[in-house]
Antibody, heavy 119, light 105 residues
Framework: QVQLQESGPGLVESSQTLSLTCSVS??????????WSWVRQPPGKGLEWIGY???????YFNPSLKSRVSISTDTSRNQFSLKLSSVTAADTAVYYC???????????WGQGTLVTVSA | SYELTQPPSVSVSPGQTASITCSGD??????VSWYQQKPGQTPVVVIY???KRPSGIPERISGSNSGNTATLTVSGTQAMDEADYYC????????FGGGTKLTVL
């Protein structure tokens, strides 16, 4: 059973870069079967996909965030990471990491971590 | 960019059938997944590839997709089905609908 766990600062200053890491256990991020996503959910609002990285290192991003987002992997630690630059209060959200398969949705999720952007 | 549209809310009486729609341009030509999210919990896939249920999802939850609309149907609705439901599809990237709050009255 794969498990995902987000980690990183819960408070980020406005205009700075948000950095989160997802640690994966019970499965390899190098597997060609899966891709590794970041999804966020502002308080009281819906889900927003941020982007994903696949086994070959190719990345795909939400067009609305593309200019500020990067996702990378650390295969030695079985982790993948998110960086979101120039954050504002609108980036305050619960951030989830998730594992998915093409056309099958995101079947496994971390518990989520709340990141608050302070003025 | 591609958009998926869901009604903000749907209400249903216990034991009745609830239908939640998800609309998008030529959505029937794409695969749709549905997620259930209860308060304070992470989303759970309840339908993938339009009609398939992951193990552990009851048969009273079903999905369909044709034309411009995908539909999630919950038959014999129970109090435990009260949750937010999100559709999701692919258009060179992952796209979520805005979510529908299902209320069991």
């Amino acid at each position: 059973q794969v498990q995902l766990q987000e980690s990183g600062p819960g408070l980020v200053e406005s205009s700075q870069t948000l950095s989160l890491t997802c640690s994966v256990s019970g499965g390899s991020i190098s597997s060609s079967e899966y891709h590794w996503s970041w999804v966020r959910q502002p308080p009281g609002k819906g889900l927003e996909w941020i982007g994903y990285i696949n086994y070959s290192g190719s990345t795909y991003f939400n067009p609305s965030l593309k200019s500020r987002v990067s996702i990378s992997t650390d295969t030695s630690r079985n982790q993948f990471s998110l960086k979101l630059s120039s954050v504002t209060a609108a980036d305050t959200a619960v951030y989830y990491c998730a594992r998915g398969q093409p056309d099958r949705g995101l079947g496994d999720w971390g518990q989520g971590t709340l990141v608050t952007v302070s003025a | 960019s591609y958009e998926l549209t869901q009604p903000p809310s749907v209400s249903v009486s216990p034991g009745q059938t609830a239908s939640i729609t998800c609309s998008g341009d030529k959505l029937g030509e794409k695969y749709v997944s549905w997620y259930q999210q209860k308060p304070g919990q992470t989303p759970v896939v309840v339908i993938y590839q339009d009609t398939k249920r992951p193990s552990g999802i009851p048969e009273r939850i079903s999905g369909s997709n044709s034309g411009n609309t995908a539909t999630l149907t919950v038959s014999g609705t129970q109090a435990m089905d009260e949750a937010d439901y999100y559709c999701q599809s692919w258009d060179n990237s992952i796209v979520f609908g805005g979510g529908t709050k299902l209320t069991v009255l």
